[in-house]
């Protein structure tokens, strides 16, 4: 599995887009990588997801670079609700099994500030 | 669509004693995973679960165990518990067919052993 590095830690002032990176230099060419999130007390939540091309939802946008060594997760407008733990995760395709596990690593504290 | 639900969310136990607990994934979801969290380790995978066989195993002895349902629910046990199994545990669902189905948590059981 690919080796994740994310900062450990990000302030960004509410309102203002909160732009989060990571590296995954030894990402293979199966490797999608998903972003979750962990607000206090909760489970992880699904933010996105991608594999080459650059992705967008209701939540949140991702940025791939073309050599797909890193990504950067882009919160257009931070509330304080965005207030959470950031998971960058390669993850890899078991092509028709539908079988994977998340191996998450100490993510992103990003705090927004009003 | 109702979410993830485990139960009991949180549980007091005596080193030694087992300990099961109780996951109802989102209806239609098939997949059934368990990720364990504690402050040294962070989130690790346990197994998963499918069409009431485990699937997948993490690196985790086998004191412990799991189990699902033909309803998709599952329980997780862990016997002779140790002070070490202390932690909150996560439970996620998919529909395990397709691959880079999200995984929807829930908010986990949090228990503490003495």
């Known amino acids: 599995d690919a080796k994740t590095t994310q900062p450990t830690s990000m302030d960004c002032a509410e309102g203002r887009a909160a732009n989060l990176p990571c590296n995954h230099s030894?990402?293979?060419?199966?490797?999608?990588v998903y972003w979750y999130r962990q607000i206090h007390s909760q489970g992880p939540q699904y933010i996105i997801h991608g594999l080459k091309n650059n992705e967008t939802n209701e939540m949140a946008s991702l940025i791939i670079t073309e050599d797909r060594k890193s990504s950067t997760l882009i919160l257009p407008h931070a509330t304080l609700r965005d207030t959470a733990v950031y998971y960058c995760?390669?993850?890899?395709?078991?092509?028709?099994?539908?079988?994977?596990?998340?191996?998450f690593g100490k993510g992103t504290k990003l705090s927004v500030i009003p | 669509k109702a979410g993830v639900t485990q139960t009991p969310r949180y549980l007091i136990k005596t080193r030694g004693q087992q300990v099961t607990l109780s996951c109802s994934p989102i209806s239609g979801h098939r997949s059934v995973s368990w990720y364990q969290q504690t402050p040294g380790q962070g989130l690790q995978f346990l197994f998963e679960y499918f069409s009431e066989t485990q699937r997948n195993k993490g690196n985790f002895p086998g004191r412990f165990s799991g189990r699902q349902f033909s309803n998709s629910r599952s329980e997780m046990n862990v016997s002779t518990l140790e002070l070490g199994d202390s932690a909150l545990y996560l439970c996620?669902?998919?529909?395990?067919?397709?691959?880079?189905?999200?995984?929807?948590f829930g908010n986990g059981t949090r228990l503490t052993v003495t």
């Open positions: 030894t990402i293979s060419g199966n490797e999608y």
């Open positions: 995760i390669p993850t890899p395709s078991y092509s028709g099994a539908g079988s994977y596990q998340l191996t």
């Open positions: 996620a669902s998919n529909s395990g067919t397709l691959d880079y189905s999200p995984l929807h």
